[in-house]
């Protein structure tokens, strides 16, 4: 089935560090895949996705691109700050049948100290 | 424009009571899907609908059922509640649910409790 595998935490890093979070996923077919972020007591917000082989997403200075021949999407900043204290869930969606659920990986606790 | 919300926020009920958690979309959207998310751990499909029909249906028990209504809001009901219960519910929606990259926007979700 398909499945989402992404780095565990917790990570810390000081603040304007390079930031890497792994992901890689089992899929049937072309899913895309998205990384969401959560701040401590919020629900999930969208951080950026990919839809394609070779896209890449972005979004705040974050960045993930599809390697369809690795099955990856890793997470990377190149400088961290402390605002950037989260937890990060990696995400597919496949499609098919009338199926177009999220299936997330367990999440990657971030920490940045200043 | 408002965002996905939910109520209420927190719930505390005991074993084998019952409870239902509401979510509205965002002004638009047709499809809402339900997840789960206990401590610790990524959030797990519930059910997703579109148009007040059931669209799909994770790996939950009978115990749990939802609804969708004409102005496309919903509501998640869990009967005889189990301690394995507790977690935080999160609603979110999506214009149709399965057009491809399609977002799902989320809701800040109910935290449920169960003594």
């Known amino acids: 089935g398909n499945s989402v595998t992404q780095m565990e935490g917790p990570v810390t890093l000081s603040e304007e560090a390079f930031l890497t979070i792994n992901c890689t996923y089992t899929?049937?077919?072309?899913?895309?895949l998205f990384w969401y972020v959560q701040y401590p007591g919020e629900g999930l917000q969208l951080l950026l996705k990919?839809?394609?082989?070779?896209d890449k997403g972005s979004n705040k200075g974050f960045e993930a691109t599809y390697r369809k021949e690795t099955t990856s999407f890793h997470l990377e900043k190149g400088s961290v700050q402390v605002s950037d204290s989260a937890v990060y869930f990696c995400a597919l969606r496949s499609y098919g049948g009338s199926q177009g659920n999220l299936i997330f990986g367990k999440g990657t606790k971030l920490s940045v100290k200043p | 424009d408002a965002g996905v919300t939910q109520s209420p926020t927190h719930l505390i009920k005991t074993r084998g009571q019952q409870v239902t958690l509401r979510c509205s979309p965002i002004s638009g959207h047709k499809s809402v899907s339900w997840y789960q998310q206990v401590l610790g751990q990524g959030p797990q499909f519930i059910f997703q609908y579109y148009e007040k029909e059931e669209r799909g249906r994770g790996n939950f028990p009978d115990r749990f059922s939802a609804r969708q209504f004409p102005n496309y809001s919903s509501e998640l009901n869990v009967n005889a509640l189990l301690l394995g219960d507790s977690a935080l519910y999160l609603c979110?929606?999506?214009?149709?649910?399965?057009?491809?990259?399609?977002?799902?926007?989320f809701g800040p979700g109910t935290r449920l409790l169960v003594l």
């Open positions: 899929a049937t077919g072309y899913p895309s």
């Open positions: 979110a929606s999506s214009y149709s649910g399965t057009a491809f990259g399609e977002t799902q926007y």
């Open positions: 990919a839809t394609k082989a070779d």
